[in-house]
């Protein structure tokens, strides 16, 4: 299992982005939570295996959902405490 913690840069906030991050996810399998940032970024800490957590990336860096603009994202591990027991919004 792989921990990975994704931030998002771009129009990523009041579009959706959150749900449909929230969609992708669960189809993927994966467990962990997304949540918007101060900064008007997007966290997303999300567990799976290799090919789950490579297939979010591929989707957030092919721009997500069509109503939001991604500009950049950062990926790194997750090294903090992780308590998910499924994909959550928070």
């Given at each position: 299992?792989?921990?990975?913690?994704?931030?998002?840069?771009?129009r990523?906030?009041?579009?959706?982005?959150?749900?449909?991050?929230?969609q992708?996810?669960?189809?993927?399998?994966?467990?962990?939570t997304?949540?918007?940032?101060?900064?008007?970024?997007?966290?997303?800490?999300?567990?799976?295996?290799?090919?789950?957590?490579?297939a979010?990336?591929?989707?957030?860096?092919?721009?997500?959902?069509?109503?939001?603009?991604?500009?950049?994202?950062?990926?790194?591990?997750?090294?903090?405490?992780?308590?998910?027991?499924?994909?959550?919004?928070?």
């Amino acid at each position: 299992m792989l921990t990975t913690q994704f931030t998002v840069f771009g129009r990523v906030q009041g579009v959706g982005f959150r749900y449909f991050t929230w969609q992708k996810a669960t189809q993927l399998g994966l467990l962990g939570t997304v949540r918007n940032l101060h900064d008007g970024s997007v966290l997303i800490i999300a567990r799976g295996e290799n090919a789950q957590i490579d297939a979010l990336k591929t989707w957030l860096e092919d721009g997500g959902p069509r109503s939001a603009r991604v500009d950049k994202v950062l990926a790194q591990p997750f090294e903090g405490a992780f308590s998910y027991t499924e994909f959550k919004i928070t």
